[in-house]
């Protein structure tokens, strides 16, 4: 599976309802030294926090800020939400 067809068919889980096939189709994408695709990670970590897994959440969060802070200004909303989630976390 693409990575990008991994994330939207947990969005579709997720939008269903049926939220641990959805990080269950999320992780087969997660790899915690890289982003795979940051759309993908955000979902993870949001779903992980409505599932009570707030460690691997301010993981995920603080993976994001990195990154998006790499990727330059362009990104800067992108890293002030990751922000935002990992400081109410």
Do not use: C
Request: no cysteine.
């Amino acid at each position: 599976y693409t990575i990008s067809a991994l994330h939207t068919a947990g969005e579709f889980y997720k939008g269903r309802g049926w939220k641990q096939l959805a990080r269950d189709t999320f992780l087969r994408a997660y790899k915690p030294d890289e982003v795979t695709n940051q759309f993908l990670y955000l979902s993870l970590a949001d779903l992980d926090v409505e599932l009570g897994e707030s460690t691997r959440a301010k993981a995920i969060y603080a993976q994001l800020v990195g990154y998006f802070e790499k990727m330059g200004p362009a990104f800067k909303a992108y890293q002030d939400r990751a922000q935002e989630s990992l400081d109410a976390l």
